[in-house]
């Protein structure tokens, strides 16, 4: 009897596993094909990191942390922050602009505190969070509290072992009101840089209205141009690794106080490509871009 109960218990889920199925199906549209696919194919489970020469929970999370937030020399902070004359107060509009492009639902750090909240506040005064980020940014000032985040470790699908820190990627889970200001010093870094012309034209990332788009765009539009000329030519791509990490911050500040622009377009080595219809040789820089400097401020 139990037996029987149990069968038809599993297979009435089943036939409602099934007809949900085939309803989601029926109502399938260009925008929810992908969570169908997604659904059908499945999730793998999540690895745990089994690390050498780590064995407890302890031992992994320090390995972890030094694999990817290796300690670096850094002066120490200034005991008195000297004020930036020049710094424009930050306006309730801005706030606007950096709580709109925030979803609700994003992940938040460790406070606990989401977007929505941020969005309540300002809602219920606007002055308040415009004069926070104010101060902060006149003397240039970043809260040891702000700079607190989780960390969410997930595994790199299709690695043939399991047992490094390499084969682990981390999710950085950044305070909410400090993504705020990021957002904020984002946007007014890019209006600067483009008033200031301190880009390369061709600059595509960390850019608004400018993307993957416009850099497909910008390459084919060169190697047209240069095939129009009877060239060959051969194009290399390049993945800067640890790039954003190894900024000096002291460094750029300096370059950027003195209005010196920093190279986004780095030069390296020189290659050749023999001319089709001649024997001379046309020389191309060998040039690579980790985005934009400007980014990691």
């Known amino acids: ?44 489970p ?14 992994i999370n320090n390995t972890l942390l030094q694999h990817f937030f290796p300690l670096r020399p850094s002066p120490p902070p200034p005991l008195i922050l000297p004020a930036f004359k020049d710094i424009l107060p930050v306006l309730p509009a801005e706030v606007s ?3 709109r492009i925030s979803s609700n639902t994003s992940a938040h750090g460790p406070s606990g505190i989401p977007y929505s909240i941020w969005k309540q506040v300002y809602k219920a005064n606007e002055r308040l969070l415009p004069s926070l980020f104010t101060h902060l940014l006149t003397h240039g000032y970043h809260p040891l509290g702000m700079n607190k985040a989780n960390g969410i470790v997930l595994d790199k ?27 904020l010093s984002a946007l007014r870094l ?11 034209p061709n600059q595509c990332g960390s850019l608004a209205a400018l993307g993957c788009f416009d850099a497909v765009a910008t390459l084919t539009h060169e ?11 051969s194009t290399l791509f390049l993945d800067v690794k640890g790039g954003f990490d190894n900024v000096c911050a002291n460094k750029l500040a300096n370059i950027l106080t003195k209005g010196v622009s ?36």
């Open 1 to 44: 009897m139990a037996r029987a109960a149990r069968n038809t218990y599993f297979k009435a889920i089943q036939s409602a596993k099934r007809v949900h199925w085939s309803h989601i199906l029926a109502d399938v549209n260009s925008r929810s094909v992908w969570d169908a696919s997604k659904i059908a194919a499945g999730r793998a």
């Open 46 to 59: 999540d690895r745990f990191p089994t690390l050498e020469n780590s064995s407890s929970p302890t031992e």
């Open 97 to 99: 602009s950096a709580l």
């Open 157 to 183: 699908p299709g690695k043939p072992d399991y047992r490094t820190s390499s084969s682990f990627r981390i999710i950085v889970l950044l305070e909410t009101v400090s993504k705020i200001l990021e957002r």
């Open 190 to 200: 890019a209006c600067a840089t483009r008033s200031l012309d301190l880009l390369h």
């Open 223 to 233: 190697v047209r141009l240069l095939q129009a000329a009877s060239f060959k030519l």
């Open 262 to 297: 920093p190279p986004t377009w780095s030069p390296g080595s020189s290659l050749s490509s023999p001319n089709a219809n001649a024997d001379s040789y046309y020389k191309a820089r060998l040039r690579f871009s980790a985005r934009s400097q400007l980014a990691p401020l």
